[in-house]
C-alpha cells in the first residue's frame, strides 16, 4: 500500500472529533444547547467587531473557530496512559506540557494530547487534555489496594482498535476504510457506561477519598467528561447561560477581561447527576448516582513567552494572596475584582506585548511588502519592515492549558468544597515514564511556530534572513 492511499493524521483526527461532539450530544443533551449559545455569541461579535474578524481572517482562526474543541478524560494505570498515547498518533496527536494538578488539591497529573505544527492545527486544532490518577495519593493503604486491584480487571480498549493501532504502526497509516473503523471503535473508550464497576459501599470509600478518584476507578472506562467550543467572548456566553437553563460555574478561570486576550478563560456548567447501577458483590445492583460529566467553555488569547507567563504566574499568585481563600460563589465578586486589579500591571496592546517580549507572535508579508520586493535592502531588519509596514503581526493563538485553571474546572464540576492537600512533589519524570514518551515543551513550539512565519516572511520578501 502506498501512502497516498493513506488517509492523513490530519483528517483521522477532525473525523473523530466530530462524531466526538455528535455521541457526546446524545449522552448530555445540555451541552448541544450550549454549543448553540457559543455559535450565537461568536456571530455577535464578528458583526460587532470589524477589526477582530479581519484579524481571525488574515490568521486563518475564523475557519477554525466554529470547530473549536477540546475535550478531557482521565485514566488510571500506565498501561492505559500509554496505549492512549499510540491511539492519538494515529490521530497526529502528540503529548505536549506536563500538568501538575496535586498542587491544586486533584490528585493527578496531565498532559495534552495535540497536532505541534500549525499547518496541522489549521486542519483540526482538536486536542485532549488527559491524566493520570496519582495512586501514591490515596492515604488509605487498603483504598489503593482496591484500586489498583480494580484498575488492573478492566480493558478500556476494544480488541479491534488495539489491533488497527498496531496496523498503523506497521504500514504506516490507515486507509478510508480502516479509518473509519479505527474512528467507531476509538469511541468506545470514551463512552459513558452508566453500569459501576464496584459496589455502593467501595464506590462511596473512593468518592470519601476524592470524588475524582471514584471517578476514575469505578467505572469500565475513561469516559469523556466534557467537551469545549470556542467563544470570542467568555464574559457574554456567562451571562447569558442562566437564560438558556443552563446553570455556570461562578468564576471565570483564568485571567480577567481584557481587550487583548491571554493564554485561556474557562467557564462551564455545573455537572450533571446521573443515574448509575453498582454491582454488589452477591451479582445484585443497587441504583445511585454520579456526578461527573459536564460543558466547557473557553476563550483563547495570545500565547506567551517564558517573561510573560511569569508575570502572569506573579499577578494571579498577589490575587490568590489577597483573596485568602479559593474563589466560589461566596467570594467571586471580590476574587474578581482583584484579578482586574492586579492584572492592570500586565500591557493590554499587541504592540507593547510584542515590544516587551511578553507573548509570541506569527509575522505575514503585506501587499506594500510584495509589491516593494524588488527594492529591498538586503540587510534589512524585523523591525524596519515593519515600521515600513512591508510585514504585519498578528498574535499566536495558545493552544495549551493552565493547571490552577483546571484544577479549578475540576473542582467546581465534582461538586467538591473540600480543598484537599497533597504534599507529594511534582513527578514529571514519573509521568514520562508511564507514558512511554517525554512531554513536548510547550513553549519551544510556540518559538518554532513564530520563527517558521519569520522566515517565511523573509522567503517572500526575497530577503536571505530576518533579525527578531
Keep these: 500500500m502506498t501512502a497516498q492511499q493513506f488517509v492523513s493524521p490530519n483528517e483521522i483526527r477532525s473525523r473523530f472529533s466530530h462524531a466526538m461532539s455528535d455521541m457526546y450530544q446524545k449522552e448530555v443533551p445540555l451541552y448541544g444547547d450550549l454549543l448553540e449559545l457559543v455559535a450565537e455569541t461568536n456571530r455577535q461579535v464578528l458583526r460587532e467587531d470589524a477589526a477582530l474578524a479581519h484579524q481571525l481572517q488574515i490568521t486563518g482562526e475564523i475557519?477554525?473557530?466554529?470547530?473549536?474543541?477540546?475535550?478531557?478524560?482521565?485514566?488510571?494505570?500506565?498501561?492505559?496512559?500509554?496505549?492512549?498515547?499510540?491511539?492519538?498518533?494515529?490521530?497526529?496527536?502528540?503529548?505536549?506540557?506536563?500538568?501538575?494538578?496535586?498542587?491544586?488539591?486533584?490528585?493527578?497529573?496531565?498532559?495534552?494530547?495535540?497536532?505541534?505544527?500549525?499547518?496541522?492545527?489549521?486542519?483540526?486544532?482538536?486536542?485532549?487534555?488527559?491524566?493520570?490518577?496519582?495512586?501514591?495519593?490515596?492515604?488509605?493503604?487498603?483504598?489503593?489496594?482496591?484500586?489498583?486491584?480494580?484498575?488492573?480487571?478492566?480493558?478500556?480498549?476494544?480488541?479491534?482498535?488495539?489491533?488497527?493501532?498496531?496496523?498503523?504502526?506497521?504500514?504506516?497509516?490507515?486507509?478510508?476504510?480502516?479509518?473509519?473503523?479505527?474512528?467507531?471503535?476509538?469511541?468506545?473508550?470514551?463512552?459513558?457506561?452508566?453500569?459501576?464497576?464496584?459496589?455502593?459501599?467501595?464506590?462511596?470509600?473512593?468518592?470519601?477519598?476524592?470524588?475524582?478518584?471514584?471517578?476514575?476507578?469505578?467505572?469500565?472506562?475513561?469516559?469523556?467528561?466534557?467537551?469545549?467550543?470556542?467563544?470570542?467572548?467568555?464574559?457574554l456566553v456567562q451571562q447569558a447561560m442562566p437564560g438558556r437553563g443552563i446553570t455556570p460555574k461562578a468564576v471565570i478561570e483564568g485571567p480577567p477581561p481584557r481587550r487583548r486576550p491571554i493564554l485561556l478563560r474557562q467557564t462551564s456548567f455545573k455537572a450533571l447527576e446521573e443515574s448509575v447501577a453498582f454491582v454488589e458483590h452477591d451479582g445484585s445492583s443497587v441504583d445511585g448516582h454520579h456526578t461527573a460529566r459536564f460543558g466547557e467553555i473557553e476563550q483563547r488569547g495570545v500565547a506567551l513567552t517564558p517573561k510573560g507567563r511569569a508575570l502572569y504566574d506573579r499577578l494571579l499568585q498577589a490575587t490568590n494572596d489577597a483573596l485568602q481563600a479559593p474563589p466560589s460563589e461566596k467570594n467571586a465578586e471580590r476574587y474578581n475584582q482583584l484579578l482586574a486589579e492586579n492584572f492592570q500591571a500586565f500591557p493590554d496592546d499587541y504592540a507593547t506585548l510584542r515590544e516587551q517580549q511578553l507573548a509570541w507572535f506569527r509575522y505575514f508579508p503585506t501587499e506594500c511588502g510584495l509589491a516593494a520586493k524588488d527594492s529591498l535592502d538586503k540587510h534589512t531588519t524585523l523591525e524596519q519592515l515593519i515600521a515600513q509596514e512591508h510585514i504585519r503581526f498578528q498574535p499566536l493563538v495558545y493552544e495549551d492549558f493552565l493547571p490552577v485553571s483546571a484544577a479549578g474546572i475540576f473542582q467546581s464540576n465534582l461538586g467538591d468544597n473540600r480543598h484537599a492537600q497533597y504534599n507529594a512533589a511534582s513527578s514529571r519524570a514519573a509521568f514520562e515514564q508511564a507514558l512511554g514518551a517525554e512531554v513536548i515543551d510547550e513553549l519551544a513550539l510556540y518559538q518554532q511556530t513564530q520563527q517558521r512565519s519569520i522566515n517565511a516572511c523573509a522567503q517572500a520578501l526575497g530577503l536571505n534572513a530576518l533579525a527578531v
Design 63 to 235: 475557519e477554525r473557530l466554529a470547530m473549536e474543541r477540546h475535550g478531557a478524560i482521565r485514566v488510571g494505570t500506565a498501561d492505559e496512559l500509554a496505549t492512549l498515547r499510540r491511539l492519538f498518533n494515529v490521530m497526529g496527536m502528540s503529548p505536549v506540557g506536563y500538568y501538575d494538578l496535586a498542587v491544586a488539591g486533584v490528585p493527578v497529573h496531565s498532559t495534552a494530547f495535540r497536532a505541534v505544527h500549525e499547518d496541522a492545527l489549521q486542519i483540526s486544532p482538536f486536542r485532549v487534555f488527559t491524566s493520570l490518577l496519582r495512586l501514591e495519593l490515596i492515604e488509605n493503604p487498603g483504598l489503593r489496594q482496591l484500586a489498583q486491584q480494580l484498575l488492573a480487571r478492566r480493558r478500556i480498549f476494544t480488541e479491534r482498535v488495539l489491533e488497527l493501532i498496531v496496523l498503523q504502526e506497521v504500514q504506516g497509516g490507515l486507509d478510508d476504510s480502516q479509518a473509519s473503523e479505527f474512528i467507531e471503535q476509538a469511541l468506545e473508550t470514551f463512552r459513558w457506561h452508566n453500569r459501576a464497576t464496584v459496589s455502593a459501599a467501595e464506590y462511596q470509600q473512593l468518592h470519601d477519598q476524592h470524588r475524582l478518584i471514584a471517578d476514575v476507578v469505578a467505572f469500565k472506562g475513561p469516559h469523556i467528561n466534557h467537551l469545549t467550543p470556542r467563544t470570542l467572548n467568555i464574559d
